[in-house]
């Protein structure tokens, strides 16, 4: 079992940034590869970002390349996000969860997942 926790959430304007936060407990000793997802109102939860195990792949969804950044600090269990140059379309619930198997893009490949944290982007 692994107990996942977002944090670092909250109000920006268009153009500000946030660092997300997820810290992951339990079965840590797996250290699992590890995704951003985002759910905006009325939309389906979307792929935003993953990091692997090692920290040394990651990928991003092309909508925020190039402006967000997710690593790793696996001493302390935790994942981030920066997020720069946010805009009003990035408005969403941010979750984290823990890779199981198969694609990195893939909801269903994810087995554990914190609650969310909000993003507000105001224009």
């Known amino acids: 079992q692994v107990q996942v926790v977002e944090s670092g959430g909250g109000l920006v304007q268009a153009g500000g940034s946030l660092r997300l936060s997820c810290t992951t407990s339990g079965r840590t000793f797996s250290n699992p590869a590890m995704g951003w997802f985002r759910q905006a109102p009325g939309k389906e939860r979307e792929f935003v970002a993953y990091?692997?195990?090692?920290?040394?792949?990651?990928t991003y969804v092309d909508s925020v390349k190039g402006r967000f950044t997710i690593s790793r600090d696996s001493a302390k269990n935790t994942v981030y996000l920066q997020m720069n140059s946010l805009k009003p379309e990035d408005t969403a619930v941010y979750y984290c969860?823990?890779?199981?198997?198969?694609?990195?893009?893939?909801?269903?490949?994810?087995?554990?997942w914190g609650q969310g944290t909000q993003v507000t982007v105001s224009s």
């Open positions: 990091v692997s195990r090692s920290g040394g792949v990651t």
């Open positions: 969860a823990s890779h199981g198997a198969g694609s990195y893009y893939d909801i269903t490949s994810y087995d554990y």
